[in-house]
T-cell receptor, first 113, second 117 residues
Framework: LAKTTQPVSMDSYEGQEVNITCSHNNIATNDYITWYQQFPSQGPRFIIQGYKTKVTNEVASLFIPADRKSSTLSLPRVSLSDTAVYYCLVGDMARNYGQNFVFGPGTRLSVLP | KAGVTQTPRYLIKTRGQQVTLSCSPISGHRSVSWYQQTPGQGLQFLFEYFSETQRNKGNFPGRFSGRQFSNSRSEMNVSTLELGDSALYLC????????????????FGPGTRLTVT
């Protein structure tokens, strides 16, 4: 199971682009990278998932370099409502399913007005 | 499409009692997973059910058990409650792909906050 490392916290201002980087040096060939967002007293919400290069959806972009040892979640033009904890998960869902969902402390993003 | 629902939302129990939590997944989702979230340990996987069978299990004692019904609804039971079982219990559903693979995209419910006194 690839262990992940993320910054504990980040601050940003409304309207700015926020990039949260996750390190996963031991990522395996079959592992995917998945990001979740969690607001206080709510369950996590799936944001985006990728395997390599770049993935973009209506919420965020995920950048994965060729060596896949890190990934960057990019949130364009954040607003106050983006204040939340962001989790990076790495794993192969066909194996070690349960171990893939140890969320860790995540990155606490605070968006300031 | 309705989201994942969990009942009850809040629960207070005393040590030694048992508790049953309920989860209704999104319509069409066949996989239901349960998680425990505490400030100290973060969010940890308990188990996953797919088509009424426990497919994956986390590292929790046997006091934690679950089951899934034919309509994919799931229940989680904790027997002989301990103070350390106080937590937010989250249920998540996903399509639960066939052939042993599971979907990476899970949809979480609002959780049941259990307090053990």
């Amino acid at each position: 199971l690839a262990k992940t490392t993320q910054p504990v916290s980040m601050d940003s201002y409304e309207g700015q682009e926020v990039n949260i980087t996750c390190s996963h040096n031991n990522i395996a060939t079959n592992d995917y990278i998945t990001w979740y967002q969690q607001f206080p007293s709510q369950g996590p919400r799936f944001i985006i998932q990728g395997y390599k290069t770049k993935v973009t959806n209506e919420v965020a972009s995920l950048f994965i370099p060729a060596d896949r040892k890190s990934s960057t979640l990019s949130l364009p033009r954040v607003s106050l409502s983006d204040t939340a904890v962001y989790y990076c998960l790495v794993g192969d869902m066909a194996r070690n399913y349960g171990q893939n969902f140890v969320f860790g402390p995540g990155t606490r993003l605070s968006v300031l007005p | 499409k309705a989201g994942v629902t969990q009942t009850p939302r809040y629960l207070i129990k005393t040590r030694g009692q048992q508790v049953t939590l309920s989860c209704s997944p999104i319509s069409g989702h066949r996989s239901v997973s349960w998680y425990q979230q505490t400030p100290g340990q973060g969010l940890q996987f308990l188990f996953e059910y797919f088509s009424e069978t426990q497919r994956n299990k986390g590292n929790f004692p046997g006091r934690f058990s679950g089951r899934q019904f034919s309509n994919s609804r799931s229940e989680m039971n904790v027997s002989t409650l301990e103070l350390g079982d106080s937590a937010l219990y989250l249920c998540a559903s996903s399509l639960g792909l066939a052939g042993g693979r599971s979907s990476y995209e899970q949809y979480f419910g609002p959780g049941t906050r259990l307090t053990v006194t």
